[in-house]
């Protein structure tokens, strides 16, 4: 009789398409109500065939590696649903490739390899293979460059001291019609020094300006720091400029941060139905890269 009983009750259990453990009241086929645990590997060979029992890999070995997925087939080795997740920690790349007559699939076009650079971490799931033999990339995450800061704004270069309309120069911040930003993300123009063009039979000398912008915020640290600088133009001017970096340093107000840059008006020299001394206010795109 008791042998009756525990049949009764297995045949139960296959019935009931719900699972719980941990729980008495499992809300999704298998439901558990606790922590999960699958299988983890480090591996540092050079080339490594991925197995069927294999989960969370994470590769840790001294030079470039291979990982190859399981061959797929049919059955109980048709591995539909299946997933593998991959962790780069080394200081080298894995290539992950499908085994020989598979394929890997970023997007609707299927690929025989994908790169996973150092930091980055890749998970592959099996496709339900109607098309044969498929491992879709589900999920990847490159790392962000950690030893690398970038700061971007947009300044303007105010017009020429002796344009057609001229702006004077000034010293010590007494014009603020030419500060950019907002809040404590401000550059202040503290000073400008216009120097006119020179065009003679034995030289051209183009008309260019001397600026020192101040920014407002905490002060850069601008060890290992290096700008980058190009001119623009959103007038109706054609004006064309170069900019070129003077220096960067925390001697501003209080210790501030201040950027001093040349630029020079390119586009011609001297008068040639307008004076190339600029009239209009023109952009300086800064980028701050600082490497540590």
């Known amino acids: 009789m008791k042998k009756i009983f525990s049949i009764f009750l297995l045949w139960g259990l296959f019935l009931n398409a719900q699972v719980g453990i941990n729980t008495l009241t499992p809300n999704s086929t298998l439901a558990i109500n606790g922590s999960l645990r699958a299988g983890y590997k480090e591996v540092t060979a050079t080339t490594y065939s991925i197995l069927a029992t294999d989960h969370y890999i994470t590769y840790n070995g001294t030079g470039n590696t291979t990982f190859t997925l399981p061959v797929i087939g049919t059955g109980t080795t048709s591995y539909t649903g299946r997933v593998y997740k991959i962790k780069n920690i080394?200081?080298?790349?894995?290539?992950?490739?499908?085994?020989?007559?598979?394929?890997?699939?970023?997007?609707?076009?299927?690929?025989?390899?994908?790169?996973?650079?150092?930091?980055?971490?890749?998970?592959?799931?099996?496709?339900?293979?109607?098309?044969?033999?498929?491992?879709?990339?589900?999920?990847?995450?490159?790392?962000?460059?950690?030893?690398?800061?970038?700061?971007?704004?947009?300044?303007?270069?105010?017009?020429?001291?002796?344009?057609?309309?001229?702006?004077?120069?000034?010293?010590?911040?007494?014009?603020?019609?030419?500060?950019?930003?907002?809040?404590?993300?401000?550059?202040?123009?503290?000073?400008?020094?216009?120097?006119?063009?020179?065009?003679?039979?034995?030289?051209?000398?183009?008309?260019?300006?001397?600026?020192?912008?101040?920014?407002?915020?905490?002060?850069?640290?601008?060890?290992?720091?290096?700008?980058?600088?190009?001119?623009?133009?959103?007038?109706?001017?054609?004006?064309?400029?170069?900019?070129?970096?003077?220096?960067?340093?925390?001697?501003?107000?209080?210790?501030?941060?201040?950027?001093?840059v040349s630029v020079a008006r390119i586009d011609f020299i001297g008068i040639n139905g307008n004076n190339s001394n600029w009239a209009g206010t023109f952009l300086l795109n800064l980028l701050l890269a600082r490497k540590y």
């Open 90 to 260: 080394s200081a080298s790349g894995i290539t992950l490739q499908a085994s020989s007559g598979n394929t890997l699939r970023i997007d609707n076009t299927p690929v025989a390899s994908f790169v996973i650079p150092t930091g980055a971490y890749a998970e592959v799931v099996n496709n339900s293979n109607t098309a044969g033999g498929t491992w879709d990339m589900s999920f990847t995450v490159l790392p962000k460059p950690s030893n690398v800061e970038i700061y971007g704004a947009q300044l303007s270069i105010p017009p020429h001291a002796s344009a057609s309309s001229p702006v004077a120069d000034w010293t010590n911040h007494t014009n603020t019609a030419y500060d950019t930003g907002t809040g404590t993300d401000t550059w202040w123009v503290v000073s400008k020094s216009s120097t006119t063009y020179a065009h003679t039979a034995n030289y051209a000398n183009a008309s260019r300006m001397m600026i020192v912008y101040e920014y407002q915020g905490a002060p850069f640290n601008v060890n290992n720091m290096y700008p980058i600088l190009t001119a623009g133009n959103n007038s109706s001017f054609p004006d064309v400029f170069t900019a070129s970096f003077v220096s960067l340093a925390n001697n501003g107000t209080g210790g501030k941060t201040r950027l001093t």
